[in-house]
């Protein structure tokens, strides 16, 4: 896993079942919530083995592609798993027409295998001087095909092209019953339009998705840091940063932001605008420079051309890892109209969280689709902003002190709820929200665990607070 805390398990008694790195600590290796056994699948004929095995032995199944996943729900004590990693195939085709579709209805798109990683996929499209929305991550090492489209799929060019569910066009799934099914806007509607947004592990094994791509057009990007040790002086700044926020989009910016107590750094893009058109936006930053006598420190504020969103991505992306390092996290997707109505609120909020990672990956074409198109939790299309915060801690420190920690995180969320209200990405978010069916779902709950009944029959996909979870008991291994 990513983040190893995912690979133990914690018993009621508060003793830890894991198999820590930092061997110095003398704790025996043990199986933690690393499956027991699993299948190493190479073709869909492996996976309906896998899926029908699973159900003829009532076994609890676990569905992993990369790790890549903040709540731990591609891993569980005790399960069997399927293992699509080396799923790898890509095909691309400009005149693709879905099954079922009129032969009018032609897309210039790109199959990925559920196994495919996002540096694999951006590869293969530059090759077609193409670009697709997908993840960031160090390496490229999120899968694409997998929990973060199921999820949602947010990116930094969503804002020009929509959020990754808003791009697919067709998926190829085995269920519960081991049928391997297409659906798409012409056949398995249902099952469609819950797939993009209503979670991963939950309907069933998704074994290739097509996207949509689009032409591959210049970029400006800009980067952007401050700091200052006076807090009066960056909470200052601050509050002027989120307030230009909602005019941000209609000048094509998106990016990401990692925001601490008394420094920032920015990483904005803007695709099909020029170096000349950028800087003129960028001077809406010009009550930064207002501040660097009331010591806030500038030490990066530029703007910088790239001839494709590919060259963005593999100079800041392309190499690195992203894994080894305990998390917690959660989040909360702030709406437009809270950042216009309370912006001093909002940086007051973000400051006190100690670090966080302001997600400019929302509004502009996001907030263009209709709340219903998809099973994804409305609160994306009135989203400007995906803000999140964690905790992290050494191996082997004690359960007493876990506990401390995430009571504080949960009090964060508290705290933050009363100016955002409770909505928040699939993917990356507290595992212990209060109230998951609306926070990740909205009013989209009722339909989405209708149509997962209807395709799984036996509850074989089940998740940490994923669509049907309430049927479970918290290990999710007995019905309630």
Not at 116 to 129: F, I, M, P
Not at 223 to 236: D, G, L, Q
Not at 451 to 462: E, R, S, W
Request: charged letters at 15%; one cysteine or more.
């Amino acid at each position: 896993m990513q983040s190893p805390n995912f690979e133990s398990f914690i018993f009621s008694n508060g003793s830890i079942s894991a198999c820590y790195w930092n061997t110095t600590l003398g704790v025996p290796c043990q199986q933690g919530s690393v499956p027991t056994i699993g299948v190493d699948a190479r073709s869909v004929g492996d996976i309906q083995a896998a899926v029908n095995f699973a159900v003829k032995h009532d076994l609890r199944l676990s569905v992993k592609n990369t790790g890549h996943d903040y709540l731990g729900r591609s891993t569980a004590r005790g399960s069997f798993m399927i293992w699509t990693h080396y799923l790898k195939n890509i095909t691309y085709n400009s005149s693709f027409v879905p099954e079922g579709a009129p032969s009018t209805e032609i897309y210039n798109a790109i199959t990925l295998e559920a196994g495919v990683q996002w540096h694999e996929a951006y590869d293969a499209v530059q090759a077609q001087g193409r670009v697709l929305v997908g993840g960031l991550s160090a390496g490229g090492s999120v899968g694409s095909a997998g929990g973060w489209l199921l999820g949602g799929g947010h990116s930094a060019i969503s804002p020009q092209h929509g959020l990754g569910v808003d791009n697919v066009i067709e998926l190829n799934v085995v269920t519960s019953t081991g049928e391997y099914l297409t659906v798409n806007l012409h056949k398995h509607s249902d099952l469609f339009w819950a797939l993009r947004g209503g979670g991963g592990g939950t309907y069933g094994v998704v074994t290739s998705v097509t996207y949509r791509t689009h032409p591959s057009v210049p970029l400006t990007a800009i980067f952007f840091a401050a700091n200052s040790t006076n807090n009066s002086t960056f909470k200052t700044f601050f509050t002027e940063f989120v307030r230009i926020h909602p005019n941000l989009p209609d000048e094509g910016f998106s990016g990401y932001s990692l925001v601490a107590p008394n420094g920032i750094q920015c990483f904005y893009i803007a695709p099909n605008v020029t170096q000349a058109q950028a800087n003129k936006t960028f001077d809406s930053f010009a009550f930064a420079q207002n501040l660097t006598s009331e010591g806030l420190s500038i030490s990066t504020a530029l703007t910088v051309p790239y001839p494709s969103f590919y060259s963005w991505y593999t100079s800041l992306f392309s190499t690195g890892q992203q894994v080894g390092t305990i998390t917690d996290m959660a989040s909360r997707l702030i709406s437009r109209d809270t950042v216009e109505q309370n912006p001093q609120g909002i940086a007051n909020a973000v400051l006190s969280m100690g670090a966080a990672s302001w997600d400019f990956v929302a509004g502009g074409a996001v907030s263009k689709v209709a709340h219903d198109s998809t099973g994804l939790n409305p609160a994306w299309r009135k989203a400007l902003v995906h803000v999140v915060w964690g905790i992290g801690w050494d191996e082997g420190t004690p359960t007493s002190e876990i506990k401390k920690l995430r009571a504080k995180l949960a009090q964060s969320l508290t705290d933050v709820n009363r100016l955002t209200g409770s909505s928040a990405y699939f993917n990356e978010a507290s595992m212990f929200e209060p109230s998951p069916k609306y926070t990740f779902f909205g009013d989209h709950y009722d339909r989405l665990k209708a149509i997962k009944n209807a395709y799984d029959p036996t509850g074989l996909f089940v998740v940490k607070e994923g669509v049907g979870s309430d049927d479970w008991d918290k290990s999710l291994n007995c019905r309630i």
